[in-house]
């Protein structure tokens, strides 16, 4: 058993905030002294970018991982911005692995398979951050059957919770068939306008339905987390001062603090009680 902790960054949402809070919370924790891994499973490469991670097409990378064609060992690159910080980046051949992945055996646990081989232990890794595409397909199932914890980041805008309902029925249905430590360990609030009404509505909504398992710390919208990958990095180390790499730094700390979230009896593994549950899956 490794000591890591293994966090799954998920919601089939697009643009919602996913890669940002992977690499922000990992650089956060790394520049705080934890060893941290980002493994990219989106094709579009996005997480590795911003740690400063090689990623054309051909290089080693969690494709090959995924295709047993690679170790973990050997697609893993140090971050040239924190040498507590690694990466296993996506290329854009990830995009065929989807379907390559049906035939092969243990289709849902090849990075699974790939980890939890005493790699994670060898290097001491403190936490795991997974980055997953905007979609609920073999990549994303592969990222939960890898990981205990999953994070699910909400940006507070018009049509926040449209799709969580699936989401929360998907980690259902690979707790009762794939994996059955999954559970829901934090949900993060991003791009909070503080200048919208609605933002301040959207954040009360998600913490009225999801109580103690959203995090304390939001993160602010800002001009500096958009332009940071720009630069290939986060914004932790593009501009360590700004409002948005503060927040990530401040939710890294709650995240780590608070170690992973026990489920709540009456809101069980997924956060949220039966009733809400029913309704969100419509
Ligand atoms: P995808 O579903 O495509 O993988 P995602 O959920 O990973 O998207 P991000 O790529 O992290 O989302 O963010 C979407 C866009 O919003 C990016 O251009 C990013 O730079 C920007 N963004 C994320 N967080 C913030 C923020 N706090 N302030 C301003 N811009 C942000
Ligand atoms: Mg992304």
Redesign the pocket.
């Known amino acids: 058993m490794t000591s890591a902790r293994l966090i799954t960054i998920a919601?089939q949402?697009?643009?919602?905030?996913?890669?940002?809070?992977a690499v922000n919370l990992a650089a956060a924790l790394a520049a705080d002294g934890r060893k941290v891994l980002v493994v990219d499973l989106?094709p579009?490469g996005?997480a590795s970018t911003a740690v400063g991670a090689q990623h054309t097409s051909g290089t080693d990378s969690s494709y090959e991982v995924l295709l047993g064609d690679r170790t973990a060992e050997q697609a893993m690159q140090p971050s040239p911005d924190n040498p507590n910080l690694f990466c296993i980046p996506a290329t854009i051949d990830l995009a065929g692995a989807e379907i390559e992945m049906v035939s092969l055996v243990r289709r849902e646990f090849r990075l699974y398979d790939a980890l939890h081989n005493g790699f994670l232990e060898s290097h001491g890794f403190d936490y795991v951050f997974i980055?997953c595409?905007?979609s609920l397909g073999l990549l994303t199932i592969n990222a939960m059957t890898c990981a205990e914890e999953v994070l699910i980041?909400i940006q507070c805008e018009y049509y926040a919770l449209e799709g969580v309902g699936q989401l929360l029925g998907n980690i259902g249905m690979i707790r009762e068939h794939l994996n059955q430590q999954l559970h829901i360990s934090g949900i993060l609030l991003?791009?909070f306008d503080a200048r919208t009404k609605l933002a301040e509505q959207v954040a009360n909504e998600v913490r009225s339905q999801f109580g103690a398992v959203v995090l304390g710390n939001v993160?602010?919208?800002?001009?500096r987390?958009?332009e940071?990958?720009g630069f290939g990095k986060t914004v932790v180390a593009y501009d360590p001062s700004s409002t948005?790499a503060m927040a990530y730094v401040a939710a890294a700390r709650e995240l780590d603090l608070r170690g992973d979230y026990v489920p709540h009896p009456s809101t069980g593994a997924i956060g949220v009680s039966p009733e809400i549950y029913a309704e969100l899956e419509g």
Do not use: C, E, L
């Open positions: 919601n949402k697009g643009g919602v905030g996913k890669t940002t809070s989106d579009q996005n980055d595409p905007p980041p991003t791009m993160i602010p919208r800002s001009i987390v958009s940071a990958p948005g």
